[in-house]
């Protein structure tokens, strides 16, 4: 198997306060250093609660937002400049609000038709019938294609969604949050229509999500953020079954599961972001802390297998 | 076009003002063929004649020429410097704007502060500053009152554009390898221009009042050529002996400012999004409600409702939210509403204090019980005493239901003493326990805190909080926990559950998530289509759904533990309520539908287990 993208230490972090000369007041690390590889054709599904950085490391993987350290490699090559359009033909996104990804004020064959054009090049026919062909792709009915945003449901313009992010043909998707907008009916039609593309065309997914059922229905393997950093990463079938980082356990037992009485409401918070703690951020809510886990951050580390965590005192399974 | 046209003449001030612009318009642009004495040829002889005299409609002035033509030569001038300095100031402030709102940072920072500057000065001041540098004319008065406005449009635009920015389909544009200037010209300016339309039309105006006043000044029209200020300006020694010099002019300015004001005005709101479905009003107090008849009292309980009917009527259209709703809530008892958006479930929740916006919202029928008494069409003070003390609300996202400017505490105590006749000090005390009793840390410290200060998940426990102020019977939560993180959700779900067993709530609990729903209720409801299609204890139904609907819906949903798989996902989309089919609204999509259930009405059946469906997936 191949790589098809892989990240060095990848951070960022953002200067709070900023004045006209002079450093920032504050700086608040969005994103620690994270390494990652995911291999073709896989799915990497990665979950988090909000404020745990999944977004910034979505937006930095697509050239949105510059890294402030770290390598982004894909396919091999190595992207160090944030530039959309130069990410743009290898890596794609697919946003969270469907209806706000569309610009209001332009037709479908428009939005359809901006990438096909500046990424692809392609004029007249062709891009007639590579608009055509997408759209068949999500199964939408052509005649959508004159429409305007406002005129479509939620599922519709996630499909939309989809098929513009696919139009320039790249490898690899991140999907952030693909689903959570939208009603379990047409939640599941998404999520299958991601399946079928990803097979028919080859490619290379990141699923980010606060579901944590979804990500592992969708998933091969997981990686589990909290606070910035990655805290767990392994196979789907094993990162929520047998957790090793005490807070992915508490992930997996709050989770409102039919039949499982109501659990794991454990009371605690995220740090203050401004003023983070020392050492390992869950240890102000985590039952197993000790003085190493106040002191000193753990890092990420193989437990067994294919199974990382980042702590001093693994969960046994 | 056509329904922006339509949106201004329903506005009929604005219909007026346009039709007056238009009449002066036209006169202005017909003024050169129109049978007119030459606007500067003087007649001594003839000065200060009253209007009406021959040859002369509305006199002359002091040097005897006619103000007729005068005034409609000084009209077109004024107008054509009106426009082109709105039009300059407009491009101009716009261009500042954008790209400062776009760029943001630095660019932001300087231009902004530089704009700042302008608007330091009053304006008359630097206007004549600006004119005094570059000498009196009518072209320098122009840019004089461009220069001058510029400020107002470029924050405006500002504004306006920094938040565009931040919109996801922005992004997008970048990601589809657009570049600044791309995105600025087709993503940026196109939601933007709507803004510029406003601003200008309801600045031409004052633009006019302007340079009419630089010209009165003498630094703008040069004599002879006349302009509305200037001819005032001259009229201005004859005030008394010859009024009708001034008051020619001065009427001719009233009435092209207010009729580009009236004009303006009616632009602005046919342009702009929220006034767009309709004049905005203020909802009433209460639902409105239109009911022939109250259905007979069946059984008493605590809560029921009994076949219920809530309609919003927008337009021509009527959406039929809830089709006669039934449910039964006993004292102690957790019952859940589940279903997806646009079902109806949350509509059924506000009908019961009558809370469902009207304008447009409605109660066409049916009956809310408490303790055997009908609260439809109650009067507003009754439920108003009923509201937070009997029946309390939680609501999804408690950012927007607490008020962003006050003190937690005095929130609580605010709802405390809406109802209780305590005391400041002592409804102060009330809400810090009630604090205390929702687990949140320090509750001395933290009601003193304001709603942004605290977490997603402190927000809703001070929302739980305020429904428990009163010590309510039945508290109705909608989706309390849907923008809370699992974790947070699984802390709030707890305390919600311990306090219903401590305080023998009964709760209304309304989500989408059959997780929730398992964790916490007794009951359950499952609504599609304003319509309950299955009821029944929470276990018996969640093991063996009956509804078609029920069980597709249950499949489709992963659980967490159920591994890497296909979802069986329901084809097509829920119903448009505003457009219900007959008979089933689930039988488009289902595949055990025929054609008795497209015929009629079917009833929801059983004792314990209700379903809605003739053919069941099984016999409860």
């Not at chain 1, 990438?115 to 608009?131: K, N, Q, S, T, V």
Request: glycine share 10%; with cysteine.
């Amino acid at each position: 198997m191949t790589l098809a993208l892989q990240t060095r230490d990848l951070a960022r972090s953002f200067d709070i306060g900023r004045r006209l000369i002079g450093p920032p007041r504050a700086r608040l690390h969005a994103v620690r250093p994270i390494s990652i590889q995911v291999q073709q054709g896989e799915t990497l599904g990665i979950v988090g609660e909000s404020g745990c950085g999944k977004s910034t490391l979505a937006r930095m993987l697509v050239g949105l937002v510059a890294p402030s350290a770290g390598s982004i490699e894909i396919e091999g090559r190595l992207l160090d400049r944030a530039d959309p359009a130069a990410f743009g033909r290898l890596i794609q996104y697919v946003f969270q609000d469907p209806v706000s990804s569309l610009n209001p004020r332009k037709t479908i064959r428009q939005i359809l038709a901006a990438p096909l054009r500046h990424l692809r090049g392609l004029r007249g026919r062709e891009l007639d019938a590579r608009i055509a062909e997408l759209f068949a792709a999500v199964s939408l009915r052509s005649d959508f294609l004159s429409r305007y945003p406002h005129e479509f449901s939620g599922g519709q313009a996630q499909r939309i969604g989809i098929a513009r992010a696919l139009a320039a043909s790249p490898r690899i998707l991140v999907l952030d949050e693909p689903v959570s907008a939208l009603d379990v009916s047409v939640q599941a039609q998404v999520l299958n229509l991601l399946a079928d593309l990803k097979a028919k065309l080859g490619l290379t997914y990141l699923f980010i999500s606060h579901d944590l059922a979804v990500v592992e229905a969708v998933s091969d393997r997981i990686a589990v953020l909290y606070f910035g950093a990655l805290v767990e990463s392994g196979p789907a079938h094993k990162v929520f079954a047998t957790p090793r980082h005490p807070y992915t356990k508490l992930l997996a037992l709050s989770a409102p599961v039919v039949g499982r009485p109501l659990g794991g409401a454990q009371s605690g918070e995220l740090p203050d972001p401004l003023n983070p703690p020392p050492g390992c951020a869950f240890a102000g809510r985590c039952p197993h802390a000790t003085e190493i886990c106040r002191r000193e951050m753990p890092a990420l580390r193989a437990i067994e297998g294919d199974q990382h965590a980042a702590c001093h005192h693994p969960l046994a399974p | 076009m056509r329904l922006f046209l339509q949106l201004l003449f329903r506005n009929r001030l604005a219909g007026f003002g346009a039709v007056v612009l238009g009449v002066i318009v036209v006169l202005a642009v017909l003024t050169p063929i129109l049978p007119l004495h030459p606007p500067n040829e003087t007649n001594t002889a003839n000065r200060f004649l009253r209007p009406l005299s021959e040859g002369h409609w509305l006199g002359t002035d002091h040097l005897g020429r006619d103000l007729m033509s005068r005034l409609m030569w000084g009209t077109r001038l004024s107008l054509a410097v009106g426009f082109a300095a709105a039009l300059f100031a407009g491009l101009a402030g716009a261009a500042i704007g954008v790209l400062a709102g776009y760029f943001g940072g630095r660019i932001d920072n300087v231009t902004m502060r530089g704009i700042d500057m302008l608007m330091a000065f009053p304006y008359i001041l630097l206007a004549l500053a600006i004119v005094a540098v570059l000498g009196p004319g009518l072209m320098n008065a122009l840019i004089a009152v461009a220069v001058v406005n510029i400020p107002f449009f470029a924050r405006n635009i500002r504004g306006v554009t920094a938040g565009i920015v931040h919109r996801e389909f922005v992004d997008a544009a970048r990601l589809s390898g657009m570049g600044n200037a791309r995105i600025l010209w087709s993503e940026v300016l196109p939601n933007v221009v709507p803004v510029i339309v406003i601003a200008m039309s309801t600045t031409i105006g004052w633009m006019i009042l302007e340079t009419a006043g630089l010209s009165f000044l003498g630094l703008g029209s040069q004599p002879p050529q006349a302009d509305l200020g200037s001819m005032l300006g001259e009229a201005r020694s004859a005030l008394i002996t010859a009024p009708h010099t001034s008051i020619v002019p001065g009427a001719m300015i009233l009435l092209i400012v207010m009729s580009v004001n009236l004009l303006g005005d009616g632009v602005r709101d046919a342009l702009d999004p929220r006034l767009r479905s309709g004049a905005p009003s203020r909802p009433e107090a209460t639902t409105r409600v239109e009911r022939a008849t109250a259905p007979e009292a069946t059984e008493s309980g605590l809560l029921r409702l009994d076949r219920l009917e809530t309609q919003f009527r927008i337009g021509k259209r009527v959406y039929r939210a809830v089709n006669g709703v039934s449910l039964n809530l006993s004292p102690g008892e957790c019952v859940g509403l589940i279903g997806e958006s646009g079902s109806g479930k949350s509509v059924t929740a506000l009908s019961v204090m009558g809370l469902v916006a009207s304008p447009p919202g409605v109660i066409t029928g049916g009956a809310v019980r408490l303790d055997g008494q009908d609260l439809i069409g109650a009067p507003y003070e009754m439920l108003r005493a009923l509201r937070g003390r009997r029946v309390a609300y939680i609501f999804q996202d408690p950012l927007s239901t607490l008020h962003p400017l006050y003190r937690i505490g005095d929130q609580l105590a605010e709802a405390i003493t809406a109802h209780q006749p305590v005391g400041r000090a002592a409804a102060r005390a009330r809400a810090v326990r009630l604090l205390e009793d929702v687990r949140i840390p320090n509750p001395a410290a933290r009601a003193r805190a304001f709603p942004h200060e605290l977490s997603g998940g402190m927000r809703q426990r001070v929302g739980i909080a305020m429904a428990l102020a009163n010590d309510p019977d039945i508290i109705i939560a909608d989706e309390p926990t849907t923008a809370l993180d699992v974790t947070v959700q699984a802390q709030v779900l707890a305390l919600l559950d311990e306090l219903r067993r401590s305080r023998g709530l009964a709760i209304l609990f309304i989500t989408h998530d059959f997780g929730v729903v398992s964790q916490l209720c007794d009951r359950v409801a499952v609504m599609y289509g304003g319509r309950v299609v299955e009821e029944g204890p929470t276990t018996d139904l969640l093991a063996a759904p009956a509804h078609p609907y029920t069980r597709r819906l249950i499949a489709c949903v992963p659980e967490l533990g159920g591994g890497r798989r296909r979802l069986a996902a329901i084809p097509g989309l829920p119903p448009a309520v505003d457009d219900l089919p007959p008979g089933c609204a689930f039988a488009p999509r289902c595949e055990r539908a025929q054609d008795a259930c497209r015929a009629g009405e079917i009833a929801l059946a059983g004792k314990v287990r209700k379903v809605r469906c003739l053919f069941p997936e099984t016999t409860p």
